[in-house]
């Protein structure tokens, strides 16, 4: 199983980007998939993250720090997760990392713990200028 993230760089305070995150080996269509960062000097710090079920009503959960701004999406007939960030600030700057879980779970604790995702990407670095 092999995760890929896209789409990082350089924007201004205000602007937006949009990162991907492309699955390969598994087919992640009803698992968490989440996006955590890591600010210089910082610990991991999660982001975001999107579940796709019949059994909960709400989809997606963001940390309060993004929410409003980012918004993170799932396209399951290509196997990837996109998370759209608007508004970016430049304490927005961090690599950027999508996981996914092999397991099910949808409590908002669950989100958060980067130990509940097994298969991790790359990170892609965003920065953001003031």
């Known amino acids: 199983v092999q995760l890929q993230a896209s789409g990082g760089g350089l924007a201004q305070a205000g602007g937006s980007l949009r990162l991907s995150c492309a699955a390969s080996g598994r087919t992640f269509s009803t698992y968490p998939v989440g996006w955590f960062r890591q600010a210089p000097g910082k610990d991991l710090e999660f982001v975001a993250a999107?579940?796709?079920?019949?059994?909960?009503?709400?989809?997606?959960y963001y940390a309060d720090s993004v929410k409003g701004r980012f918004t993170i999406s799932r396209d399951n007939t290509k196997n990837t997760v996109d998370l759209q960030m608007n508004s970016l600030e430049p304490e927005d700057t961090a690599v950027y990392f999508c996981?996914?879980?092999?397991?099910?779970?949808?409590?908002?604790?669950?989100?958060?713990?980067?130990?509940?995702?097994?298969?991790w990407g790359r990170g892609t670095l965003v920065t953001v200028s003031s």
């Open positions: 999107i579940v796709w079920s019949d059994d909960w009503s709400g989809s997606a």
């Open positions: 996981a996914a879980s092999g397991t099910k779970f949808y409590t908002a604790s669950a989100f958060q713990t980067k130990s509940r995702y097994d298969y």
